[in-house]
T-cell receptor
Framework: GAGVSQSPSNKVTEKGKDVELRCDPI?????LYWYRQSLGQGLEFLIY????????KSGLPSDRFSAERTGGSVSTLTIQRTQQEDSAVYLC????????????FGPGTRLTVL | DQQVKQNSPSLSVQEGRISILNCDYT??????FLWYKKYPAEGPTFLIS?????DKNEDGRFTVFLNKSAKHLSLHIVPSQPGDSAVYFC????????????FGGGTRLMVKP
């Protein structure tokens, strides 16, 4: 069956530009997460959506970062006025909550800010 | 403040021997622990998990041990195979944290033929 997909797989942008990253979770999964992995670092939680509840934005590093999830499915992570320190691999995961805690990850989007 | 730590950034093991990857945590609210494996250019894939009510969980060549009093868990892979070479992430979640995972920094395992 289809797993979590993300697009684009790679994104190169100039400092100061806005970028949008897309995540298509596994069908039927109610929970969706965004993480990022900076070079040489572990995975850092960014934001979490669960059903129709208000998202948990506690991991967003600044107000330049925002995310939305439309129709309880596809999610878009937006980074405004990108900075070089935003360069990282952005990973999306989904899970079937509350049945299981296992999160299934997409392949990630590698963002490079020049 | 890192709540989940993997103090060994890398580990090299001979094929057929045991690989032991370690993970320490500080948050006593964590009650579910997972290990993920990550190959380059791919997202992490779930490997094995353990609930805080257990101290051991086994799945084939993979066994996870949990020592709650020491706030320590470990992943044992035996026998190790070259295909196990990857980065392994330890992760933890708390029942009151909406299933959010807190990850360690990862350990790169290299299994030499």
């Amino acid at each position: 069956g289809a797993g979590v997909s993300q697009s684009p797989s790679n994104k190169v942008t100039e400092k100061g530009k806005d970028v949008e990253l897309r995540c298509d979770p596994i069908s039927g999964h109610t929970a969706l997460y965004w993480y990022r992995q900076s070079l040489g670092q572990g995975l850092e939680f960014l934001i979490y959506f669960q059903g129709n509840s208000a998202p948990d934005k506690s991991g967003l590093p600044s107000d330049r970062f925002s995310a939305e999830r439309t129709g309880g499915s596809v999610s878009t992570l937006t980074i405004q006025r990108t900075q070089q320190e935003d360069s990282a691999v952005y990973l999306c995961a989904s899970s079937l909550v509350p049945v299981t805690d296992t999160q299934y990850f997409g392949p990630g989007t590698r963002l490079t800010v020049l | 403040d890192q709540q989940v730590k993997q103090n060994s950034p890398s580990l090299s093991v001979q094929e057929g021997r045991i690989s032991i990857l370690n993970c320490d945590y500080t948050n006593s609210m964590f009650d579910y622990f997972l290990w993920y494996k990550k190959y380059p250019a791919e997202g992490p894939t779930f490997l094995i998990s353990i609930s805080s009510i257990k101290d051991k969980n086994e799945d084939g060549r993979f066994t996870v041990f949990l020592n709650k009093s020491a706030k320590h868990l470990s992943l044992h892979i035996v026998p190790s195979q070259p295909g196990d070479s990857a980065v392994y992430f330890c992760a933890a979640s708390a029942w009151n944290a909406g299933n959010m995972l807190t990850f360690g920094g990862g350990t790169r395992l290299m299994v030499k033929p």
